[in-house]
């Protein structure tokens, strides 16, 4: 007595058959010899080259991501130093500026033209309202 099976389409089948022709891995076959590299019988890396080269593809893109990552860290630290460097300069310039506005330091750099402060008080001018 037969086995009950269900039937499967023909197309179905055939396609269940075939193996996908990888176009890759056939076109390196064919042009670098990966049959002779690892022998006729072991066909492994030939079937898994494209699965092979993607993973290479993302490891040295990671590689030069974590790369750029490390150079941008060393840039942002020699910016920071200089940031730093700029503020204390400006600070200092700052408190020069401020300093040098004091009548006392004014005095010292007119000294050398040969003025001097005055030693009389100030007067004071009056008007008369029907003068002027």
Do not use: C
């Amino acid at each position: 007595m037969a086995k009950n099976t269900f039937r499967q389409p023909e197309r179905i089948a055939k396609q269940k058959k075939q193996r996908r022709q990888l176009r890759l891995a056939s076109w390196l076959n064919d042009f670098i010899g990966l049959d002779r590299l690892f022998g006729e019988d072991n066909a492994w890396p030939i079937r898994n080259i494209d699965r092979i080269l993607w993973v290479t593809l993302l490891l040295i893109v990671y590689i030069g991501l974590n790369h750029n990552a490390e150079r941008l860290v060393r840039r942002i630290q020699r910016t920071k130093t200089q940031v730093d460097e700029l503020r204390a300069q400006s600070t200092v310039l700052e408190a020069d500026y401020n300093r040098s506005g004091k009548q006392s330091e004014l005095a010292k750099h007119v000294a050398a033209l040969g003025l001097t402060d005055s030693q009389k008080p100030p007067h004071k001018l009056v008007v008369k309202a029907n003068e002027h």
